[in-house]
Nanobody
Framework: QVQLVESGGGLVQAGGSLKLSCAAS????????MGWFRQAPGKEREFIAA????????YYADSVKGRFTISRDNAKNTLYVQMNSLKPEDTAVYYC??????????????WGQGTQVTVSS
């Protein structure tokens, strides 16, 4: 079955950086669009970034544009997001998702279990 496993979360000070990874298995990774989403306590899950199957196109939420970079390594079946200049409001559980379109959450068929990112002020 499809498995998405996120890693790389943790506690970081404001202004710091983290790089999250999402290891995928059970699907043809190089053929599916991928996305990152996050959910803060008491809030709905929101779109962060997405990348097409080839890596040729990327999309970002305005809140992270210029600070986060999504990428993928199809040879390693792994999705990444490099997060720089982190802010306390970036604190959330971060999820990777597969098989969807851009920022539209409901189009993603598969989800990881999430990894916690906490940014201290």
């Amino acid at each position: 079955q499809v498995q998405l496993v996120e890693s790389g979360g943790g506690l970081v000070q404001a202004g710091g950086s983290l790089k999250l990874s999402c290891a995928a298995s059970g699907l043809t990774f190089s053929s599916v669009n991928m996305g990152w989403f996050r959910q803060a306590p008491g809030k709905e899950r929101e779109f962060i970034a997405a990348i097409t199957w080839s890596g040729g196109s990327t999309y970002y939420a305005d809140s992270v544009k210029g600070r986060f970079t999504i990428s993928r390594d199809n040879a390693k079946n792994t999705l990444y997001v490099q997060m720089n200049s982190l802010k306390p409001e970036d604190t959330a559980v971060y999820y990777c998702a597969a098989g969807g379109y851009g920022s539209t959450l409901r189009t993603y068929n598969y989800w990881g279990q999430g990894t916690q990112v906490t940014v201290s002020s």
